[in-house]
């Protein structure tokens, strides 16, 4: 029997949790609690046919996977013994595509009826469904009595398609084994580990910080690049560009890598190398040339950007421009170069994080278009929790009793991600250290007391399983059990149904399904406003007595001033907060201007914030910034943030509505303050 994609990625996840119920596992997954049952059921017949107990769903409350099918995995990776699969329509489409590009003989639909273990029609809807997925990569798949099926397009397009696949394929758990599948045909193969093997001896040689994930994602390319080479299919570069590749120290990297793969020593190959290691490397907090001069300048371009549209201000500005860095560095040539990257949880940034997803989106459109580059959202959905990590750092009240450290491969933000997230979760523990699963592997860590890792590691420490984002179940469910590990105690989870049954002996129901929602973050409710916040809409903080019309003012000062006064007068701010105001515009200039008459004015929480605020002054006859005829004013916001995230929400609605240049113009024609006040409430939700 074999174990299909889905059923395999679930058993997957349960081998990494502790325990879990159904309710957290239909959070995790986004399936149905039918299509889990389905699952769990096809796994445990594929456990029963090797002699191993089955994981018990029916009727209890928590799943726990038993402790001799997660000694029999364990087992498996140690001596690698295979994980049977059939292969999904996706990963059909791409193994058709690699089994191509690596393959110099003729194929015919034989050979891939054989490969796939399909049906001729099948194997044919698959070839025009390819098609269609490799359009935009300008390569194509084409039949041809001579050539068989073959690959139409330039050799470095049908590269980035590889790496597109590669980057999804690597994904499933038993990627492994589906790339000993394709190979297996192959009288001549080149072992992956010693690719990876020779990646990790050039990253210590040369001193760099390769991405774990993209390392991985590398490796597994040049196991297919390899037979590029071996059949002399070559890239082509304009001079200019081998000039300016060959000047860049990744090119002795690229050299070193040629040689121990004992690959040809061709020009154009050796700078195709270079810009992998440049997409793979993390960028250090100097620049050495002038292209990474710009990028560096970039870099401290968006920090000042993003703190322009989000209103807020980083107490460590030039330690955000060097992190920053380090990751625009890499994402630039791998946006120039189309090196693909998977983000897994791009479509939870976008629905968790949309007002900041939708702020970086805005934010690098100008780079994109100076830069002549494609940004992908993937690559926007990295910089999005990037920047997130840095806003939800929590402030720590009482010192920490406990050290831990966390395990990512996926590089900084997603680090950075896991490290916040713990630290509001829990005020008991301290994350001391933020470690690659290869830093995890060769290093000694029986000091710490605890491992929080995103994926399944081997540690005699207390390990616990975590993603860089957690819904409010997965943060219920990791919390019950570091408690119960810490200090002993454990929550008793009662069922939702069981609760809806008792209050609805007491008293009438009349939304359900609403109710069955509000009690299932119930839990985490107190716990998370602790350091988030409520999120206030728009109209919850433009009311009437905190929005004004006036005929004209004196200067912009006395403007910034009359803006701010309503949140004066009701204690929302301090004096310091406006005189902080006025000097960030003097000192950086008119920044706060956002649209043709519009200033949103602020300055940092801890400048004279006591709560959450926000006032509007319409002026009817435009004030001058810095005196400056350039700079028009007549709409002027001043908000009064208490942290840095939880304006975004009404900041989001603001910017949504000013990016209409209508509503500017709607807006200087209302007359009276109710009017005002009614065009923002209408204009103060959010999809």
């Known amino acids: 029997m074999m174990i299909d994609k889905r059923p395999s990625l679930l058993l997957d996840y349960l081998l990494k949790v502790k325990s879990i119920n159904m309710n957290q596992i239909i959070d995790a997954t986004q399936l149905t609690k039918r299509q889990i049952s389905y699952d769990l059921d096809k796994v445990n017949q594929w456990l029963k046919e090797r002699e191993l107990p089955t994981i018990q769903f029916k009727g209890i409350h928590y799943i726990v996977v038993p402790d001799a099918v997660v000694e029999y995995f364990r087992n498996m990776e140690i001596n690698h013994h295979e994980w049977d699969f059939v292969f999904s329509e996706e990963e059909r489409l791409a193994v058709i595509y690699l089994y191509l590009f690596m393959r110099n003989d003729t194929i015919s639909s034989f050979h891939l009826t054989q490969l796939l273990q399909v049906s001729k029609n099948t194997v044919i809807t698959d070839l025009k469904k390819a098609n269609q997925i490799n359009c935009p990569f300008l390569v194509e798949i084409q039949y041809s009595r001579k050539h068989g099926y073959h690959l139409v397009g330039t050799e470095f397009d049908k590269r980035a398609l590889v790496m597109h696949y590669i980057s999804h394929l690597i994904q499933v758990p038993y990627f492994g084994k589906l790339l000993d599948y394709l190979l297996k045909e192959e009288t001549t193969k080149i072992d992956y580990r010693e690719i990876l093997n020779i990646l990790k001896q050039i990253e210590k040689q040369f001193s760099l910080n390769f991405v774990e994930e993209r390392l991985t994602q590398l490796a597994s390319f040049l196991i297919f690049y390899y037979y590029r080479q071996r059949e002399k299919k070559f890239v082509q570069f304009h001079s200019d560009e081998v000039a300016l590749l060959k000047k860049d120290p990744m090119h002795k990297v690229a050299i070193m890598l040629s040689q121990l793969l004992q690959l040809k020593d061709e020009e154009s190959e050796l700078c195709y190398l270079t810009i992998q290691f440049l997409g793979l490397s993390f960028g250090k907090s100097s620049a050495p040339n002038s292209e990474q001069d710009l990028l560096f300048k970039l870099s401290e371009q968006l920090v000042f950007d993003f703190e322009t549209k989000a209103c807020i201000v980083f107490e460590k500005r030039d330690d955000v421009v060097h992190t920053l860095y380090q990751h625009f560095k890499p994402a630039y040539f791998r946006m120039k170069y189309r090196i693909p990257v998977e983000n897994p949880l791009l479509n939870q940034i976008k629905s968790e994080h949309k007002e900041l997803y939708m702020i970086v989106k805005e934010i690098l459109h100008p780079i994109g278009t100076l830069l002549k580059i494609n940004i992908p959202e993937e690559e926007i959905g990295f910089i999005t929790i990037h920047f997130g990590a840095l806003l939800e750092r929590p402030k720590q009240e009482m010192p920490e009793k406990k050290k831990a450290i966390v395990v990512c491969p996926s590089g900084i933000s997603s680090s950075l991600m896991v490290k916040h997230q713990l630290e509001s979760l829990f005020s008991e523990i301290m994350v001391e250290k933020t470690l690659s699963l290869r830093e995890f592997q060769e290093g000694k860590f029986d000091q710490y007391d605890l491992v929080f890792s995103t994926v399944r590691i081997e540690t005699k420490l207390p390990c616990f399983y975590v993603k860089p984002i957690m819904t409010p179940n997965e943060k219920h469910n990791l919390v019950n059990e570091v408690y119960h590990l810490l200090f002993g105690i454990q929550y008793h989870d009662i069922s939702l149904k069981e609760l809806i049954q008792i209050i609805g002996k007491f008293t ?70 406006i005189e902080a105001m006025i000097e960030n515009i003097d000192t950086l200039g008119p920044y706060v201007i956002i649209g043709p008459e519009v200033a949103i004015p602020h300055a940092g929480p801890e400048k004279g914030v006591n709560r959450i605020g926000m006032s509007f002054l319409k002026l009817k006859k435009p004030v001058y910034f810095l005196n400056n005829y350039d700079y028009p004013v007549r709409l002027m916001f001043c908000i009064a943030a208490t942290d840095n995230t939880t304006h975004l929400k009404a900041l989001s609605q603001l910017t949504e509505l000013l990016n209409e240049k209508n509503n500017i113009e709607i807006i200087k024609e209302l007359e009276s303050i109710d009017e005002i006040r009614s065009f923002f409430r209408q204009n103060s939700t959010i999809d």
């Open 508 to 577: 009438t129901i009349y939304d359900e399904e609403g109710l069955k929602q509000e009690l299932g973050n119930l839990t985490f409710y107190k716990k998370e406003n602790a350091y988030k916040g409520k999120q206030p809409l728009l109209e919850d903080l433009l009311q009437a007595e905190t929005i004004q019309v006036m005929e004209e003012v004196f200067d912009w000062k006395e403007a910034v001033k009359a803006a701010a006064n309503p949140l004066l007068i009701n204690g929302t701010i301090e004096t310091s907060y």
